[in-house]
């Protein structure tokens, strides 16, 4: 009976850790320039304590209003700490030739916000409107709060905000579009030392937070992106990415990785043929692998195999493990410190 009521009361809570991931998966995948507009962003609060179920119907007739006049947008709420009701962070991308007409367009939306709201003549409540610069700043800044917090805030008003929608957006924005390089395992790495390399030389530290590290610690982790971490941006990354593939050293080595790979079907299909072909290949580009052939027509080893054959893994895989233990025994030391 206390778990079926727990539950309805879970259900009836307006935010979400799942919301907040749906807002910023949306904030990263459109993109602000492409989109036909002027990028603006909205601060729209209510002058006065509201009605949840007055809230969401006018937070609906406001996109209306803007898919009314083609202009795209994303939104999400949030509730301050001395407000009694929460506030709306608003981007959207408004239609106009001129300076002139976007910012009509920004007062219009500010007027029909404040024509919808109860009145109180003795606020200084104020509504914000001004063009975006940086929009992942920006994007960061509208999802700063946390569910936990805004259900807390919810609940302490005894009303029932279920009904409003926290997040929302439109279906017209231009997406981004990401470029997808596969390499081989030896360039990833080879990429990922490179890396490290450069962002050390700028005083970036790549060490990896500990799992026991808090959870707004953990939140920023996980939605930067890996480029963000490593202190280079996509554009450095890839002409790095470039660099590191054009590396003669790197060719070659990908090369014979690749000849070897080819050895080892045609070995396991038996195909005498093939592999007469690729030994004249490597003789023609200047490589005798002869000495390689018995060891690449060898069948791959799994990991525990490998464990067991070869010494230096085994004693790799050794330290490792005892790496693993201490770092795990201090974490448990420094939680139950803290506890």
């Known amino acids: 009976m206390g778990a079926g009521k727990a539950k309805r009361k879970t259900s009836r809570l307006p935010h979400s850790a799942a919301k907040l991931t749906t807002f910023r998966k949306n904030a990263r995948l459109i993109d602000l320039n492409k989109t036909p507009g002027t990028p603006y962003f909205f601060t729209l609060k209510p002058l006065n304590d509201i009605e949840p179920g007055h809230l969401n119907k006018v937070l609906i007739g406001l996109t209306r209003l803007l898919r009314t006049a083609c202009a795209e947008y994303i939104y999400i709420q949030e509730w301050a700490k001395h407000e009694k009701t929460p506030h709306v962070h608003l981007v959207a991308n408004i239609p ?33 409107a001004r063009p975006v610069y940086d929009a992942i700043e920006l994007f960061g800044y509208m999802s ?128 005498q043929e093939v592999k007469g072909e690729i030994e004249r290949l490597l003789l023609n580009k200047g490589y005798d692998m002869h000495h390689m052939f018995s060891k690449w027509e060898a069948p791959q080893m799994n990991r525990s195999e490998r464990y067991n054959a070869d010494p230096i893994f085994k004693r790799v895989c050794n330290a490792l493990k005892v790496v693993k233990a201490a770092r795990t025994k201090s974490l448990v030391s420094v939680s139950s410190m803290r506890e």
């Open 144 to 271: 700063k709060g946390t569910p936990d917090e805004f259900n807390d805030r919810a609940i302490a008003t005894g009303k029932d905000w279920s009904v409003i929608n926290v997040t929302g957006r439109s279906r017209g924005w231009e997406e981004s579009k990401f470029i997808v390089t596969e390499v081989s395992r030896e360039i990833g790495l080879e990429v990922k030392r490179e890396m490290k390399r450069v962002s050390s030389s700028r005083g970036v530290k790549l060490s990896k937070r500990p799992k026991g590290c808090d959870d707004e610690t953990k939140r920023t982790i996980s939605e930067v992106s890996p480029f963000t971490i490593s202190g280079l941006s996509r554009t450095e990354s890839a002409r790095l990415l470039a660099q590191v593939i054009d590396n003669q050293l790197q060719k070659e080595r990908q090369f014979l990785i690749e000849m070897r790979d080819l050895y080892r079907q045609a070995h396991e299909r038996g195909s």
């Open 96 to 128: 106009g030739d001129t300076i002139a007409e976007v910012e009509a367009f920004a007062e219009r939306v500010i007027r029909y916000w404040l024509k919808e709201m109860p009145k109180n003549t003795s606020t200084r409540i104020k509504q914000d």
